[in-house]
Every structure is written in C-alpha cells, then in structure tokens.
C-alpha cells in the first residue's frame, strides 16, 4: 500500500489514543467497515468503502475538517464549540453520534457554599475551555477572568491560579481527591461527525452518503428490538397500543388456536422490564425480545 493519500478517497479524521476513539473504532465495525492495518499509524484505510482515516489528537479535528485538509471528522462536541467560538474555521455538524457523552461543570473548593453564579462574580477561573466557559457566564451576566490551562486544571485552586475551575466531569472522583466539587453544568457533550463547508467532489460526496447512511442505519438499530409474543386476539389493540416505538406490528395465525395470535413488532425504543411484565398483564405469553443487528428504512 502506498503511505499517501488519493484524491479520491474520502478522509476521516479520527482520534488516535484516548476517550473519542473506543466509540469511534466501535461505530466503524457496526457499520460493517474494517480498517486495513492497526491503529498505531498516521493513517489507516478502510476497506468496504473508499475512506481514509487520519489517525491525530482530537483538538487538531475541527482544525484539519475546517481548512479542508480532512473531508470529515469525529471529534466532541466540547472541543468543536470551543474552536468555534475561538473563531476558527471548524467545518460544520452533521450528526450527534451518542458516545463520549460527558459534561463541562464548574468547581468550586469543598468549603464554598454555593447559592448561585453571581458568587463567581470577580473569581478566577482555571480552564481548557475558556470560550465556552465565558459564554455562559455572559449568559448569567457574570465577569470572571479564565485562566487558561491545557491539563491539570483540579490542581489550581491548589496552587492560588484560581479561585475555580471549568473542567470535564465524569464521576466527580478526580475533583473529589482534590477538595473541589462540581457546582453548575455549563455544558453537556458527545461526539459528533463533522463535515467541511465546502461542497465534495461527486465521487466523494457518493462515498459520504454510503457512510451517512450506514452511521444512520446502525443508530436507528441501537435501541431498537424485535419484539415476539403470542397474545389473545382481543388483547390485540391494547398490546399494540403498549409497544414504544412500534410501527403497524405483523399478526400471524396460530394454528390450532383461533383466539390466540403471535404479534411481532420493531419498537425503536427502549423496551424495558415494565414494558414486559404490562405485556404480561394484558395477557401475552412468550414474549422473546431480540436485538436488532442493522436497520433501514
Ligand atoms: P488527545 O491526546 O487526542 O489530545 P485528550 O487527552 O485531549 O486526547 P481525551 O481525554 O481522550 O482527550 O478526551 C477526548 C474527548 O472525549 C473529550 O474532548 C470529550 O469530548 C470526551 N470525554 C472526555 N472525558 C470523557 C469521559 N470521562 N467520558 C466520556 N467522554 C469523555
Ligand atoms: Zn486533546
């Protein structure tokens, strides 16, 4: 294989290491993509359909869609809207994938009792996110100074940098150690497939559509099952009523017994415990629940 890119090849740029690129290898293989050698290079190919992949750290994503040097890319939305608001060219979104979720909160040491944002009034506050961070405080009518840090922000307050700080929180455990806790959510995050401004050439445009179009199917597929049961035919509204999500379902005769038919139904939303014991209730009998694999409309 030759180590430069063809023109014609749609490049998408992905995390190589770290919190974006689980979800983002995950997402490739359900769309039935493999990627022709492992992750430890610049780039990597993608075998079913004609995509590149650039393999960079996620702050260079909307960077490289934005001046056109990747087609499209994946990238959190937190960094995405940190760049733009930074005034850069970052390209645009298309689709919110649902993995990397996470959150922006502002922390404040354990010992602050906290009421309400005019408290952070004239503080300092340590951050990788200062664009975001200042907007929302605009937003609350609050002037407070960011101060910039590109890791280790927990450690400010510590060090006198910062009377706060605006950082990533999962659990709270890493703010916890450091005697700080979370006290407004600023901003709420996942990834996200990004696209540059300019149109693609027809043939890359073509591989895009192929690409949105498996993204889609494997989301629609996500929470989705195939639900089975057999039921009285005169419980036969209210089990239909009672499925999420469910188009028309198909009732199929039961030989044998001409007051019972078996109901299959595709409800695209979650079908939790409840839903099964309710089913119960209204009288079906062997309910089976399958996952869905793919799926399009
Ligand atoms: P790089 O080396 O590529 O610059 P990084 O250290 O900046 O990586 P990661 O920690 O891998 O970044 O996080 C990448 C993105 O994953 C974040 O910008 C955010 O969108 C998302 N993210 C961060 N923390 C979490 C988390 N705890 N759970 C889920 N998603 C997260
Ligand atoms: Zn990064």
Redesign the pocket.
């Known amino acids: 294989m030759s180590e430069k890119f063809e023109d014609s090849r749609l490049r998408l740029a992905i995390?190589?290491?770290?919190?974006?690129?689980d979800g983002c290898f995950d997402l490739l293989k359900r769309c039935g993509l493999t990627i022709s050698h492992g992750r430890d290079k610049l780039y990597a190919r993608i075998e079913e359909l004609a995509i590149d992949l650039l393999l960079?750290?996620?702050?260079d994503i909307p960077s490289f869609v934005g001046d056109g040097a990747s087609d499209i890319g994946i990238?959190?939305?937190?960094?995405f809207e940190e760049k733009r608001l930074m005034g850069a060219s970052v390209g645009k979104e298309v689709l919110a994938l649902g993995?990397?979720?996470?959150k922006l909160c502002i922390a404040l040491p354990k010992s602050v009792e906290y009421q309400s944002a005019d408290q952070l009034n004239d503080m300092r506050i340590a951050t990788s996110y200062p664009e975001i961070t200042q907007n929302w405080l605009k937003g609350k009518g609050v002037s407070a100074k960011t101060v910039m840090m590109n890791?280790a922000v927990e450690i400010a307050p510590r060090l006198s940098i910062a009377d706060a700080i605006c950082d990533?929180v999962?659990?709270g455990a890493t703010l916890d150690a450091h005697g700080l806790a979370p006290v407004e959510t600023i901003y709420k995050?996942?990834?996200i497939l990004i696209r540059a401004d300019a149109a693609l050439s027809p043939e890359k445009q073509k591989i895009y559509d192929a690409l949105i179009k498996r993204i889609e199917a494997v989301q629609a597929s996500r929470e989705a099952k195939y639900v089975m049961m057999n039921a009285p035919r005169s419980a036969l509204d209210k089990i239909t009523k009672y499925l999420p999500g469910a188009d028309a379902p198909t009732i199929l005769e039961l030989t044998g017994q001409p007051d019972m038919v078996a109901i299959h139904a595709v409800c695209r939303e979650s079908v939790f415990w409840d839903t099964l014991e309710e089913l119960k209730a209204l009288g079906a009998s062997a309910v089976l629940v399958l996952d869905i694999d793919k799926m399009m409309a």
Do not use: M
Not at 15 to 21: A, D, E, H, N, Y
């Open positions: 995390q190589k290491k770290g919190r974006l690129s960079v750290r996620d702050d990238v959190g939305q937190n960094v993995f990397s979720k996470c890791g990533i999962s659990t995050s996942e990834a």
